[in-house]
């Protein structure tokens, strides 16, 4: 006896308004469907079978490997989604069937786990779960306790819409007792469709279908909407956190801090508040991330200070600080000790150990060696209008502030370049550079300028 799963996921989530597949909207970074998948996966179930329709091939390509899918084209219903799931997975008598919508992320293993031992010799088992406004949901129906059937909310009598234990579209079926139950069904309802709800009709006439509820309902909340996909989003976000904080991540407000499921943090760690980090961002420990920072596939080393800023596939070096209001774009690598401060956007530059860019430059296809001093206001010039070109800053540099950098350009190690210069040639290593136009003094200027406005302005009152 084996344990196969199918995973609805065909429909098109048409309260989303949107093009996309409901269930690849992302939640932490990864599709809604991953999420179910996980929890399916913890049931260690033989085979999984999705079960495709609206976006088929992208939602296809968000598969992970050994997981198969079936296209269900046109979608009659769940019923009939079961039908083909049947079909594409073949003989399944005497097998255990796990039924799971493709919308409900926050599924554990251990729900999953518990229904298919419920089932145990009973034709199917179904996920309950009592809801204090059950609108929208099929309602249980039971008599004297046991389990007679499921009855859509659009079909229940007002005596029905009042029950509030309702079915959540996640069961264990017996194969052949499946199988039978499928065959009898029909589209006599208010949509036309071959429900699965009717299903538990027949097969409790049969035998017993044992109502399994759920310990806590906010597992088995589906997403229909934004509003949902917000709460359910809220709900992976407290528990990833959480199981952050547990391994030692310090948080000063969990409730905003963003995580990637993919993101990895060290102990020590500590987030402030309006921390996002997305894709495959690491942070090592006693790294300091936030007030207000995005990052994305960035790598923060031990010890570095980040705060108000957007790194995008940047490295951050060993206690190397970033911010506040920094833009670091693909290709940035700050060494060790470095230092990349207010109003600085970076790109493909690398910032060696214990160099600074402290206030109010833009850095792009740039080197820059060890302990050199980049001015406030310096600017690479690294586009000329058709291509970009290199910028090579060598050791113990000081470029004076507001130079541009005229690209390609070579700086050599203790070079010096003069305030307000524009380099267009490279500097030989320990030289001084400066392009200026020569001062000139106007003595007396101020008194004769007095004269002129004061014939022009009006005096006041
Ligand atoms: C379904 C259940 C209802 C339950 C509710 C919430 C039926 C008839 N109703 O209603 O009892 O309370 O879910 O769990 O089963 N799907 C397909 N192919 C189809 C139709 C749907 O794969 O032809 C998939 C959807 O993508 C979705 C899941 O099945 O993942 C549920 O479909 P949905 O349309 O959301 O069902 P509800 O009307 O909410
Ligand atoms: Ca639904």
Known sequence: ???????????????MKSDLPKVLFPVAGRPLLSWVLDAVAGSS?????????????????????????????????????????????GDVSGDTVLVVPGDTPLLRPATL??????????????????????????????SGGKVTGIVEHRDATPEQRAICEVAVSTYAFEGTALAAALAGLGQGNDQGEYYL???????AAGGEVRGVPVADPAEVQGVNSHAQLAAVAAEVRRRLNASWMAAGVEMLDPERVYLDAAVTLEAGVRLYPGVHLAGHTTVGAGAEVGPE?????????????VWYAVLRGAEVGEGAQVGPFASLRPGTRLEAGSKVGTFVETKATVVGRGSKVPHLSYMGD???????????????????????HRTVIGDRVFIGSD????????IGDDATTGAGSVITRDVPPGALAVERGQQREVPGYAARKTKKVSRKVPKKE
């Open 293 to 305: 920072v995005f990052a994305v596939d960035s790598a923060l080393a031990s010890g570095a200070r």
């Open 45 to 89: 179930p033989d085979e999984v079978m999705v079960v495709v329709g609206y976006g088929a091939d992208a939602v296809r390509a968000a598969l992970p490997n050994g997981v198969r899918a079936v296209v269900q084209d046109p979608q009659l219903g769940t019923g009939h989604a079961v039908m083909v799931a049947l079909e594409a997975l």
């Open 113 to 142: 786990q518990a229904l298919v031992a419920a089932r145990a010799d009973a034709p199917a088992a179904l996920l309950t779960a009592v809801m204090p406004d059950p609108t929208g949901y099929g309602r249980v129906l039971r």
């Open 197 to 203: 709800t009717d299903a538990v009709a027949a097969l």
């Open 366 to 388: 740039t080197v820059i060696g060890e302990d050199s001093n980049i001015g406030a206001g310096t600017i690479t010039c690294n586009y000329d209008g058709r291509e970009k």
């Open 1 to 15: 006896m084996s344990l196969r799963a199918i995973v609805l996921a065909a429909g098109r989530g048409t309260r």
């Open 403 to 410: 130079t541009m950098l005229v690209a390609p350009v070579v």
